[in-house]
């Protein structure tokens, strides 16, 4: 990819994140009891390749039993950007 096309999907990405954010606080997220679980998923839509951004958008979507199934299924990209989330 070049440098323009990744800067391109970074920007639509960031867009994407603040439009996602805007209807989470409209509708409040369902399975966000943890506030570590909005930091992660944030590490997920920003750091993430477009299957990871696309989980994301699923767990913040997911009521409580769905993420619980979502950090389950997926336990090891979520270890992933858990700890890249604690490092920020």
């Known amino acids: 990819m070049t440098p323009q096309g990744a800067r391109m999907v970074a920007e639509r990405r960031t867009r994407e994140h ?6 989470a606080q ?6 966000m ?3 570590q679980d909005h930091e992660v998923i944030h590490a997920m839509r920003v750091f993430g390749g477009g299957f990871v951004h696309a ?3 699923a767990a913040a979507r997911a009521d409580e039993r769905n993420l619980a199934l979502i950090k389950a299924t997926f336990s090891a990209i979520w270890a992933k950007y858990t700890e890249i989330a604690a490092s920020r």
């Open 18 to 23: 603040r439009a996602g954010q805007g209807r």
């Open 26 to 31: 409209a509708k409040g997220e369902q399975g």
């Open 33 to 35: 009891s943890d506030p």
């Open 55 to 57: 989980l994301a958008e």
